[in-house]
């Protein structure tokens, strides 16, 4: 049971390019979460599943795209890389009355 | 929409020293999360509470619905308790969204 798996751990992106974060788990939540976090600041909202098929924007979605088409699997892409994505990429599973998974988390700069 | 304030934003403390961390909102919540990050950036909950008090080993959480506001008590802190607490409520009523404190970041000195 791995939970949730996040990669890749580390990726420097020059300015202009894309990438796919990848999140997948195993413990058969239907919601799940993307969020950035900027030094000082608290976890951001990117976007968010309720289940397979289903997403919605966070507080922060401009320049990130999702998809859903498994339970198990909630990829994050970014088109474009810009400096201002530079940040700290965590997946979470869990609703607001549940408990919380994180992955491992994902450190990404844009240069 | 919900606001999250936490206090204090930095903690230094010696071991064995008894800690408390504080968390406010402006909402009225059906639970209340505390998450710890260690240095190396892994997120871990700790507790999920709704109502009065939950303790795992060294660890208790409160809550305090009517006056928005739960504490995270450390007893007998340790040099491996270092590490940044983060408080997280509902975004707002209905919504399954949630909204993060900015931490506080403890220290543990031996």
């Known amino acids: 049971n791995a939970g949730v798996t996040q990669t890749p751990k580390f990726r420097i992106l020059k300015i202009g390019q894309s990438m796919t974060l990848q999140c997948t788990q195993d413990?058969?939540?239907?919601?799940m979460y993307w969020y950035r976090q900027d030094p000082g600041m608290g976890l951001k909202l990117i976007y968010y599943s309720v289940g397979a098929g289903i997403t919605d924007k966070g507080e922060v979605p401009n320049g990130y795209n999702v998809s859903r088409s498994t339970t198990e699997d909630f990829p994050l892409r970014l088109e474009l890389a810009a400096p201002s994505q530079t940040s700290v990429y965590f997946c979470?599973?869990?609703?607001?009355?549940?408990?919380?998974?994180f992955g491992q988390g994902t450190r990404l700069t844009v240069v | 929409k919900n606001e999250v304030e936490q206090s204090p934003q930095n903690l230094t403390a010696q071991e064995g020293e008894f800690i408390t961390i504080n968390c406010s909102y402006s909402?009225?919540?059906?639970?209340l999360h505390w998450l710890q990050q260690h240095p190396g950036g892994g997120i871990v909950s700790l507790f999920m509470?709704?109502?009065g008090k939950k303790k795992h080993g060294r660890l208790i959480a409160t809550i305090n619905i009517q006056e928005k506001h739960s504490s995270l008590h450390i007893t007998a802190s340790h040099p491996r308790d270092s590490a940044v607490y983060i408080c997280a409520v509902p975004k707002e009523g209905g919504s399954e969204k949630l909204v993060f404190g900015k931490g506080t970041k403890l220290t543990v000195n031996p």
């Open positions: 413990m058969n939540h239907n919601y």
């Open positions: 979470a599973l869990g609703g607001i009355n549940t408990e919380a998974f």
């Open positions: 909402v009225g919540i059906s639970a």
């Open positions: 509470l709704s109502s």
